[in-house]
Structure formats: C-alpha cells, structure tokens
C-alpha cells in the first residue's frame, strides 16, 4: 500500500514536472522570438545623414546587439545576430557601407561566443574596440580612404553608436521590470519611448497600395500613449516619433509637429473619452495638413486608418499600459494588490475554521453507526447483567451456564422480551429448573427498567447532538458567505479621490487626509479627516454643500456622523450618497385584557446600507415571557441585519438559536421584517409565522403574506422573499394576529383591516392609532390578545 502511495507520488510530481518544462519551452520560445523580430526591425532603421543623401547609416541593430550581449545569454545572442543581419540584409541597398555592419555583427557575435567575460564594463568596451577597427579597416581597404578621414569617420560612426547602445540598454532593463512593484522614472518612459519609436521607425517603406504602414503604426502608437498618459506623454511620444522619422525620411520637421502636436491635443482630451479623443485629433491632424498644403487622400486614409485601429484596442490594454506609467495608477494598482493579498490571508484563515465547523458538524451528527452498534450489543448486555445479579450465587450455575448454556441464554431473552412486551412471565424450560424464580422476575424488571432510562438519556443526548450539528453548519455557511461579501466589499476610488481634494484645496477646507471608495451596493462612501472640525452645521453648510455642487450629486453626512478621537482632536467625516426617499413610522399597541407587558414588540429605522427596516415580532401567549422572546427576536434580526448579513442567513440563524432557546419551555416567535431600499424602492417582505402585512397606495390596499412557521417549530426555514417597489406616498402597515383576529367575518379572500384602509387617509400616527381604536371597537372592548400596529409611509427627499 505504501508502495503504491509512493509510486502514485512520484508519477505526480513527474507531471507537475513535465507541465512546468512545456511551460517554460513555450515562453522560452516565444522570447527568441521577439528578441529575433525586434532585432530585424531595429536592424532595418535606416539613418539619413542629411537631406541630400539618399543612402544613410544604419548604427541602431549593432547598439542593439551589445545591449543584448550584456545579458549573458549566448542563445539569445545568436538570435538576436541573426535578426539584426536579415534586417541589414533587406536595406543594403539603401546603405553607404551596407556589408561593414554584416561583418560587425558577424565578428561581435563570434567573439562572445567563444570567449567570456565577466565584467560588463570590459565587455562592452571590447565590442566598441571591434567596432572601431571593423569601419577602420573596412573604410581603408575597401572604401580607399585617407587616413585621416577613414580615422575621423570610423571614430564619428562608433561614437554614434555609444549613446544609441545606451538608451536601448536603459530601455530593456525597464523592460523587466513590467508587471511589478518598480516605479518608472521619467527617463525610462522616454527611453522606452523612443525604443518604440525606433521599432515602428524599422517597418520602413512597406506599403500596400500606397498608404504607408509605418505611419499607420506610429500614428496608432502616438494615440494610445496620449491617451493613456496625457498631454505630457503624447507630446514626449510624438516628437520623439517625428524625429525618428523625420531622420529616416529627411522630413524632420513636418515628421516632428504632425505627431508632435497630434499627441499633445489627444492627451489634452483624453478625459472626455476615446471618441471625443480621436475627433481632436483628426481635426487638429487636417488643419496641420490644410495649413501646411500637404492635404491628400492617402493622408486621409492612413489618419482614418489610425484613428479604427485605436478604437479597435481593447480598453483593458489601455488600463494595463497606464498602470505601468502613470504613478498614482500605479499605486491604486499595489493597494488594491496589497488589499486583495490581505483579504484573501484574512479569508484563508477563517476558511481553515469553517472547514474545521463542518468537520465538527459531522462528526456530532454521525451517530448512526454507533446507535446500530448498541441496539445489537443491547441484547446481550441484558442478559450478561441479568445473569451476574441473579446466578452470580446460585448453586446450580455450573449446570444452566455451562452445560445448558445455548438454552438458558435463549430463554433469558425470551424473559426479557416478554417484560418488555408487558407479560412477567418466566419461560417453562426455564422455571423448571431455576430455583431463584422471584429473584428473577424482579431483578429483570429492575434491569429493564433502568436500561430503558438510560436509552431514553442517550436519545436526548443524541438529539442534542443533533441540534448543535445543525447549528455549527449553520454557523459555518453563514462566516462563508460573510467571507464572499468581505472579499467583495470595498473598491478603492482614486480618481473620487483626487476630485475631492481638488474641491477641498479650491475651497480652503484643510483636511489630512480624503479616502473614497465604492460599497458592495455600488454606492460612493468618502471619509474625510480634518482637525479644525466645528461641529454638524459647518459639515452639512460647508463639506457636504461644496462636494455636492462640484460633483453634481446630492450627498448627505452618513449615518455614522462625526467621530472624534479625543486624544488627537481629529475628527473623521464620513459621506456618502443621499438617499431618494426617507420613511417616517409609528407604532401604537395595547397589551391582551389583564396583563400589564405586551408580547409583541417591534424596530424600525435606517440601516447603515441605506435601507430602511422594519420590524414586528409577535411572542406566543402575551405578558412578559412573551415580550422577552419576541425582543430576543428582534434584537437578533436589527444585529444581523445591521451586520449586512442577508434575510436567508439572518431568519436560519435566529432560527437556530431560537431552537435551542425555545426547545427549553415549547414557546415560539413569530417575524414580520420590511427592508425598503431607499435610493429605488425595491421592498422585501420576509414572514416568519407573521400576520399579514398592508401596502396602501391611494384607495387600493395590496396583502402581503406567507405561509411559514414560526421560529424554532422547524430545523430550517425556507424563507421566501417576496418583492415590491414602493413610490413616495404608498403607506406600509404590519400588524400582529391580535388586531386581524377580532373581526370573525375574515374570509381567506380579505380582512377587515383592507376594507377600512380603502377609505382612510391619515399620516402614520394617526392611521396607526385609528387601526388599533377600529380593532377594539370590534372586540367590544374585549382584548384577547396583544395588539400592535406599524405604520410607515414613503416620502421623497427633495
């Protein structure tokens, strides 16, 4: 077995093994080959010297070389060779000394091929050596220079490679460092820029049917930079792009202001978003083109060209560039990393104690087995007691229990059996030969009867066990589904962020510090800290005015108000969304006729989420016992529900403890639970054993109702939600079974209470108390039973 394990392990890890080597092959793979397409477009960039010369100089692939050399890599060297020579080879024709730059690489190459070297510093130094003496000796033997000019243009060639080598050195190492916690300074965006450029400057004069790639390339290239990164990065990308072009096409100065000023204005419309970007830019493109008379149709298309490619980029490429360039984007990035990282150690601990719940539920609640295993053991276990308490001592034990053995045994089972049938009657083989006959009888009713005692202990112990079974699983779904909502709750808002500090700063409020974010209900939260804090009115008159007029959304002071550390005298605010509506309640009652306490009790309010709540709880009977277990009720559901727990978790939880509660004395509590949502109206109604409710909307009385037990009758509740959307001016009433129960006309059709709120209209006081004097009216003044009514009404928040 332990063979097998070890022969199962092994194949494992061979496959674990051989996924990580297809893995690495594949990125290895498709590594050499950008090295080897960068390499041939880089080597293709062709250099024009002057405006006069038709042919130029290509230094950009060999700088490019010696900046891959740096990395030690012999296979990426070759590759890297290998791509700068096909590039040279397909411009040679366009340069002074086309095959001194094949030798160059040919010989750099080899070189480090075969020999190493360990410091960097000697290793560059000796390929700009073998540069140096490859124009020398190629510009003397096969050009036919002077010396002194072969000598002046072999140094002037290597020295432009020198500074090249180094800015595309700069760019590869920042390169490496994409995708990770590393801040790019500004001269490696611009080094990584005109990398770029130098890349797009290398398709060269590819076209299809006239209309340029190259410009079609770069243009799209200086778009999305400006985009992504603004009027300061599209103006840095496009001059850099014009001037690579404008040397490679001796244009340098039209090249320079058509992307120059093209990525400027797209960077300056870049928050009005990519449509409205890519209009200013066509429009400034044309008037550059109207003005400067170069005004054409292939223009045209390869600016129209452009502009779809630019639409056509996914806009998560967008995001992912600017993280990687813009700073504070950066930052958002790492936060949210670092938040996300702690939610999800934080939510790998508490998962290690729900998985350890679950296994605690089920070890309590695996007692079948064991229950098998005693009622098969319980036959013996009687007859062995029975024997020790009534042969132990008798003289004729040698002869029943061990030559007759089969025998007796069999016939104190019978006895047994017949005791618990009701008949105490010895069996005949039996009688005949005991002599210990009453001694018998009455030690198997004691047996009996206390074996019975012990099981009827051991069934409540294991119904026990049950319960608290049910209640951990219970107790572990629900810390699973906080932990989902925990994970899911906040997204940090930088640009809210920055928006309010820039209304704070216009508005001399001096604040320290401004964190916004956006709640699991896709509402906006900003907290604020300030020191120079005075008081609720210069919040509401002041914070909260001026954010509402910049941002063109009413927003309120959260519920949470101002808290004030005592010790630093800062105060944080907290502001959030104001809600579109607000509710108004009253509650009138009257406890059953000879009681002093009610059993009902009932809450309402606004929750911290913005929802307002209501809550009426009816508890079995009425006097005080009643009134405990119906406040239990809903103390349990207002902390539940406060907590963000959800009507499924928090009515199975309360449930649950009710069980245990309840199961102590038989008594029950029923729950009538109202969550309006006061941004839309969306209304939920949950009903527990619960009367029915009343939604009053003019002259039309709408019931509500359900058809569940009340809490701890059942080990779980299906809970059924039921959905409305209430409007300004409907009115919501809950009321207890002591106000429907006085009317006995009541038909499953309608109650007395619809037909009377048909024709009534009166604010929530009133109509509250106008319900409870019409209930006892038609008691005749007889309460049976505690009486409570809720009424709310929805109001707009103007």
Known sequence: MQYGLGVNKYEEINEVENIKRKMWMQTSIAKLGVILIVGILLGRVNLLLNQSDSSGIAPIGIAYLIAIITKENKRNNLVAAIGIGIGYFTINNLLT??????????????????????????????????????????????????????????LLQTLIIIPIHYVIKYALNSLEEINTNYFFSSEEIVSLAIFLCLLVAGIGDINISDYSIRNICALTLVLGIAYVGGATYGAMIGVSM????????????????????????????????????????????FA?????????????????????????????????????????????????????????????????????????????????????????????????????????????????????????????????????????????????????????????????????????????????KNILSAHIANISSTLDNLLNDFKREVTIDTDLERLVKRVLNKNSIYYNDVFCYIDKNGRIKIRISINNYEGVNYCE?????????????????????????????????????????????????????????????????????????????????????????????????????????NEDITVNTINSIMGMRFAENGKYATLDLNKVNLYNGDTIFVKIGAAPSFIKRGHEVESINSKNLPF??????????????????????????????????????????????????????????????????????IIKDDMTVVVSRVYLDI
């Open 97 to 154: 000394d086309g095959y001194v730059y094949l030798i160059i690489i040919t010989l750099i190459t080899i070189y480090y091929s075969i020999i190493e070297l360990n410091k960097k510093r000697k290793k560059e130094l000796v390929a700009f050596v073998i540069i140096l003496c490859s124009f020398f000796i190629y510009g003397l033997v096969i050009n036919k220079y002077e010396l002194g000019v072969d000598i002046t243009l072999s």
């Open 242 to 285: 014009g001037i690579m072009l404008g040397v490679a096409s001796n244009n340098m100065m039209y090249s320079v202001a058509f992307f120059g000023v093209g990525g400027l204005v797209v960077g300056i419309f870049k928050d009005t978003g990519k449509i409205f970007s890519i209009l200013s830019g066509i429009i400034i493109y």
């Open 288 to 464: 550059l083109a109207l003005y400067s008379n170069a005004i054409t149709l292939k223009l045209g298309i390869e600016v129209l060209s452009s502009s779809i490619l630019f639409l056509c980029i996914p806009k998560p490429v967008y995001k992912r560039i600017e993280v990687e360039i813009n700073p504070d984007r950066k930052k958002e990035s790492l936060g949210a990393v670092q938040l996300n990282a702690i939610k999800e150690e934080f939510t790998f601990k508490l998962k290690e104690l729900t998985s350890v719940l679950v296994n605690v539920s089920k070890c309590l609640g695996s007692t079948s087995d064991n229950k098998n295993l005693l009622i098969k053991s319980k036959g013996s276990a009687l007859v062995e007691n029975l024997a020790d308490r009534s042969c132990s001592n008798c003289e004729n034990k040698p002869l029943c229990w061990e030559r007759d053995f089969h025998q007796t045994f069999n016939s104190f089972q019978i006895l047994i059996q017949n005791y618990e049938d009701g008949k105490l009657s010895i069996p005949k083989d039996l009688e005949r030969k005991c002599v210990k006959n009453f001694t018998l009888l009455r030690s198997t009713e004691g047996i009996v009867n206390n074996y019975n005692v012990n099981e009827a202990i051991q069934e409540r112990l294991a119904e026990g």
């Open 541 to 645: 008159k002041k914070i909260v005015s001026v954010l509402s007029n910049s941002m063109r959304m009413k927003l309120c002071s959260g519920d949470d108000g101002s808290n004030i550390n005592i010790k630093t005298n800062e105060c944080i605010i907290t502001i959030e969304e104001k809600p579109k509506y607000y509710m108004v309640s009253y509650g009138a009652r009257e406890s059953k006729g000879g009681e002093k306490q009610t059993g009902d009790n009932y809450s309402f309010g606004k929750s911290a989420s913005g929802s307002y709540i209501t809550i009426l709880s009816d508890g079995m009977g009425s006097g005080p016992e009643a009134g405990e277990e119906s406040k239990a009720t809903v103390d349990l559901v207002e902390n539940l529900m406060e907590a963000g727990f």
């Open 712 to 781: 701890g009758l059942v080990d779980e509740i299906e809970v059924e939600v039921i959905k409305r959307v209430l409007k300004p001016g409907d009115t919501l009433i809950n009321v207890s079974d002591g106000i429907l129960e006085v009317d006995k006309l009541n038909s499953e059709k309608s109650t007395w209470i619809e037909e009377y709120l048909k024709n009534i209209n009166a604010d929530p006081r009133e109509l509250s108390e106008k319900i409870l004097d019409r209930a006892k009216k038609l008691s005749n003044g």
